[in-house]
T-cell receptor, first 114, second 111 residues
């Protein structure tokens, strides 16, 4: 399967714990995006990378959230001191720079904070 | 006006019928638009891109009205498998490269 992959698929954690998610984009895609989706809402943009550079962050991305893409391939999203309001589906997407904004999504990581 | 606005539905439509829904957007500078399809508990998947006045792909037609700032999606001869949530997507604008998604329109095709 050469699509976008994410792991874990599900994560249950207690409030206050740190969690880290991983995204592996389609191999030739140089752009990688993170989104958050809650029930009944569309995905909300969090941040994106072009190669290893993080070029944009949404105001939704509080200082408890950090994302990295150290070698321009896979990316990690870490949430520190999780809160119940962080419970959501975290989606990763990737795209070719040439095919502007036609993004391919991974299956997501569903986070539940107890 | 909200950045991207859609009627959440649900739209209950008999199999074989034609259904259309609209999406309005606020960023008049947007040049490209997208319809994504999302099945229950699955990731969004690109259905159609709209770069000019419209696009057609089989039973699906997307049209863009820049003057009124809306995009429509028309589905002809609807199938049971068309049941899904359809997300209208617009570039975030203001130099940002993210996408702004609508909340989606829930479509249920009934046998």
């Amino acid at each position: 399967d050469t699509g976008v992959s994410q792991n874990p698929r599900h994560k249950i954690t207690k409030r206050g714990q740190n969690v880290t998610f991983r995204c592996d984009p389609i191999s030739e895609h140089n752009r990688l995006y993170w989104y958050r989706q809650t029930l009944g809402q569309g995905p909300e943009f969090l941040t994106y990378f072009q190669n290893e550079a993080q070029l944009e962050k949404s105001r939704l991305l509080s200082d408890r959230f950090s994302a990295e893409r150290p070698k321009g391939s896979f990316s990690t999203l870490e949430i520190q001191r999780t809160e119940q309001g962080d419970s959501a589906m975290y989606l990763c997407a990737s795209s070719l720079q040439a095919s502007y904004n036609e993004q391919f999504f991974g299956p997501g990581t569903r986070l539940t904070v107890l | 006006r909200k950045e991207v606005e859609q009627d959440p539905g649900p739209f209950n439509v008999p199999e074989g019928a034609t259904v259309a829904f609209n999406c309005t957007y606020s960023n008049s500078a947007s040049q490209s638009f997208f319809w994504y399809r999302q099945d229950c508990r699955k990731e969004p998947k690109l259905l159609m891109s709209v770069y000019s006045s419209g696009n057609e792909d089989g039973r699906f037609t997307a049209q863009l009205n820049r003057a009124s700032q809306y995009i429509s999606l028309l589905i002809r001869d609807s199938k049971l498998s068309d049941s899904a949530t359809y997300l209208c997507v617009v570039p975030s604008g203001g130099g940002a490269d993210g996408l702004t998604f609508g909340k989606g329109t829930h479509l249920i095709i009934q046998p």
